[in-house]
């Protein structure tokens, strides 16, 4: 998508792929050309303006994710506060159970 210029005029060009291959469409330096490149301006501003809402959907979802996680530890840890206030403990470092033998 470029205009190329070759001596005094300018040409436009769509590049585009086919296979594995780059080609060229060749559409002149007249109101086809201006139209071709002007369609080409909106697509692309269109899909920047697209890909720019998911980066900004994306930072939400990452702030609101790590507010979560910051929840989840604080839950966490006022869990394990009352568990071991109720006498229990973890069993090799995994599930809660509560100690044999102690009377409170």
Known sequence: ????????????????REGGR????????????????????????????DREAKRVERAARATAEQLLNELAAGSDLLVAAALLAAGYHRHHLGEWRKRRGRRD
Do not use: I, K, P, Q
Request: proline share 0%.
């Open 1 to 16: 998508m470029a205009w190329v210029v070759r001596g005094d005029r300018e040409y436009y060009y769509r590049s585009r």
């Open 22 to 49: 780059v080609v060229r469409d060749y559409y002149g330096s007249g109101d086809e050309a201006r139209l071709a490149a002007a369609v080409d301006a909106e697509r692309r501003r269109l899909r920047d303006r």
